[in-house]
């Protein structure tokens, strides 16, 4: 027994000096073989959640890159957007919808619609932004018409917001007339 404690604290030391405080910085830092990043200067338990909000930060970035890719019709991203795939995320994946539906593929819109209507008009939706920069003018048109209507019977907040602005990239890149004549001709029902 005498002989198991002995063991057991020598262990214990051993394991004990095998964790110093400041481990040094370069060995955390994966990044430098991959994209040459620069380590953290120190150890932060709360850098995670601060690096995850960058992450929707960058998802947003993505989109945006996407969206003007399809209108510049851009074909140089259609590597790019092979390569990741359904690895881009969500956010991505509606602009890279429409990227594919300017390609060619019709049944983009399709699954941009559904996911509009996926979680309800009240639903922060990014897919009115998309359908803001899509040259589209009937099913867009009444996505964002049925938006409104659903929106000025009370609630707003953001998703007021974003049927705003969504609205008003549309009549920036199209023209307010052109929106006008689309937005009385199409009918929500």
Do not use: C
């Amino acid at each position: 027994m005498r002989t198991l404690i002995v063991v057991l604290l020598v262990l214990l030391s051993q394991i004990a000096r095998a964790q110093p405080r400041d481990y040094p910085r370069d060995i955390f830092n994966t990044g430098d073989t991959v994209s040459g990043t620069k380590p953290f200067p120190s150890y932060d338990p709360y850098r995670l959640t601060q690096l995850y909000g960058k992450r929707h930060e960058i998802e947003l970035q993505m989109f945006d890159t996407i969206n003007e890719a399809a209108l510049r019709r851009d074909k140089k991203l259609r590597y790019d957007l092979s390569l990741y795939g359904k690895d881009l995320g969500y956010i991505p994946s509606l602009a890279a919808a429409h990227y594919k539906w300017v390609f060619g593929d019709k049944s983009s819109l399709n699954w941009l619609i559904a996911e509009d209507k996926k979680n309800g008009f009240g639903a922060d939706s990014l897919t009115m932004l998309v359908f803001a920069y899509m040259d589209e003018w009937d099913k867009t048109i009444r996505a964002l018409k049925q938006r409104d209507a659903y929106l000025s019977r009370g609630p707003g907040g953001a998703t007021g917001e974003i049927l705003y602005r969504a609205i008003e990239i549309r009549k920036r890149l199209y023209g307010v007339d052109r929106f006008r004549k689309a937005w009385e001709a199409v009918t929500t029902k």
